[in-house]
């Protein structure tokens, strides 16, 4: 069983409602090319030609061409173009994109279980890193959703083997432009880790 970052946020709100959900006969994957699809796919490309604006607009106009709703392209075009103007405003080194991690429990598991999800971008910051995950929407609260922390610390504790100060973790919300950054304390992950554990044995995969 894999648990997203969003799973693991929703298990967190009403555990009871994700405990039955988990429990139903898995649904057939509805896979579909959105719009965001493309604009995230966009920046990945951005990155990976060096931030070439002009060869990410070509690689966004040719995978755009297929939808059929102007309003929503340009709406996908003016977050790409919003993106890109506060990219550069940052100045940051970007050290990695589109980089998967896994949160380890602690608590032994009682189900074959990974807890994984997408980091959009890492940026070496002045003093360790900052890595930023990218959403459609949802920029409302995200500082309180029970994976933040727990990237924070998968993220200094095996993946840089650095203290935990010295890594950020940041939101990207496209719909309503915002951007913002946060860096837990110990105590925030210690209590993170504990609420992890808690909500495993609640849901019986510990």
Request: proline share 4%; charged share 20%.
């Amino acid at each position: 069983m894999r648990l997203s970052f969003r799973d693991l946020n929703e298990a967190a709100s009403n555990p009871a409602a994700f405990r039955r959900r988990i429990a139903a006969p898995p649904a057939v994957p509805q896979i579909r090319y959105s719009y965001y699809n493309v604009l995230v796919n966009t920046i990945y490309h951005f990155h990976k030609c060096s931030q070439d604006i002009v060869d990410a607009q070509d690689y966004m106009a040719e995978h755009l061409d297929s939808f059929k709703s102007d309003q929503k392209k340009d709406r996908i075009r003016d977050q790409f173009r919003w993106y890109v103007t506060d990219y550069f405003a940052k100045n940051l080194n970007t050290f990695e994109f589109r980089q998967n991690i896994r949160i380890i429990p602690d608590a032994p598991l009682t189900h074959e279980l990974t807890i994984s999800g997408q980091i959009g971008r890492i940026d070496l910051a002045q003093i360790g890193y900052v890595a930023w995950i990218f959403r459609s929407q949802g920029e409302r609260n995200w500082i309180g959703e029970l994976a933040m922390p727990l990237i924070q610390y998968e993220l200094s504790a095996r993946v840089f083997c650095v203290p935990v100060t010295e890594v950020s973790v940041g939101m990207y919300s496209f719909e309503e432009q915002a951007v913002s950054q946060h860096c837990y304390s110990n105590l925030d992950i210690q209590q993170a880790r504990m609420s992890l554990t808690q909500l495993l044995r609640t849901l019986g995969l510990a």
